[in-house]
C-alpha cells in the first residue's frame, strides 16, 4: 500500500512562511490529482489547494494569494509554499494524491502558527 511521506511542517510566527511537501513512498503511474488538506482542532477536513491534471489549480479563498501548490512529476511529489502565515492557518495538513488507482493520505504535519 502506497504511503505518503510529509515534512516541513512547524512552529512559525506570524507573516512568517513555510514549505511543504508530500512524496509517495513508491512511484505512482498517472497521478490526476494532488491536494492538501487542512483539518484545526474542532473543525472539519477542508480542501487548501490542488493540482490536477494539466496544472489545473485551486484554492481556498482563505489562502488565495498566500498559498502557492506545485509538483514535479518526476518525483512524483507535491509542495505547498506558505507565505504570510496567520494564527487562523494553524492546523493538521494533510496531502492526497490520487490515480485512476491510489487515493492515498499522508499521516499529516503540524502547522502552527503564533507569536
Known amino acids: 500500500q502506497v504511503r505518503l511521506v510529509e515534512s516541513g511542517g512547524g512552529l512559525v510566527h506570524p507573516g512568517g512562511s513555510l514549505r511543504l511537501s508530500c512524496a509517495p513512498s513508491?512511484?505512482?503511474?498517472?497521478?490526476?490529482?494532488m491536494g492538501w488538506y487542512r483539518q484545526a482542532p474542532g473543525m472539519e477536513r477542508e480542501l487548501v489547494a490542488s493540482?490536477?491534471?494539466?496544472?489545473?489549480?485551486n484554492y481556498a479563498d482563505s489562502v488565495k494569494g498566500r498559498f502557492t501548490i506545485s509538483r514535479d512529476n518526476a518525483k512524483n511529489t507535491v509542495y505547498l509554499q506558505m507565505n504570510s502565515l496567520k494564527p487562523e492557518d494553524t492546523a493538521v495538513y494533510y496531502c492526497?494524491?490520487?490515480?485512476?488507482?491510489?487515493?492515498?493520505w499522508g499521516q499529516g504535519t503540524q502547522v502552527t502558527v503564533s507569536s
Open positions: 492526497n494524491v490520487r490515480s485512476r488507482y491510489v487515493n492515498a
Open positions: 513508491e512511484s505512482i503511474l498517472s497521478i490526476n490529482y
Open positions: 493540482i490536477a491534471s494539466y496544472a489545473v489549480t
